[in-house]
């Protein structure tokens, strides 16, 4: 059973920084490409970051310079590193994996970016 649980979400300032982890079980972590996707309210949800198991990283333009997406295979943990946060960054942030063709995802941690 795959299970992706997100963490270190929370309520930051305009310019802050977060880092959030997701803890993946039930895969192979190292061969899996892992994602970061977020979901606005009232918006769709949308690519925010990837990394595959070796190669290079693919971010979306809007977090291009701001975000890192990481992982630690020992861990089985994949991050995502952001910064100079901006209002418009507030979203539900969700881990994203594929296995067997399924998609799976994690419940999601809450960022807000405000004053």
């Known amino acids: 059973q795959v299970q992706l649980v997100e963490s270190g979400g929370g309520l930051v300032q305009p310019g802050g920084s977060l880092r959030l982890s997701c803890a993946a079980s039930?895969?192979?972590?190292?061969?899996?490409?892992m994602g970061w996707f977020r979901q606005a309210p009232g918006k769709q949800r949308e690519l925010v970051a990837t990394?595959?198991?070796?190669?290079?990283?693919n971010y979306a333009d809007s977090v291009k310079g701001r975000f890192t997406i990481s992982r630690d295979n020992a861990k089985n943990t994949v991050y995502l590193q952001m910064n100079n946060l901006k209002p418009e960054d507030t979203a539900t942030y969700y881990c994203?994996?594929?296995?067997?063709?399924?998609?799976?995802w994690g419940k999601g941690t809450l960022v807000t970016v405000s004053s």
């Open positions: 990394i595959p198991s070796g190669g290079s990283t």
């Open positions: 039930g895969i192979i972590f190292s061969i899996h490409t």
């Open positions: 994203n994996t594929v296995r067997g063709g399924l998609e799976f």
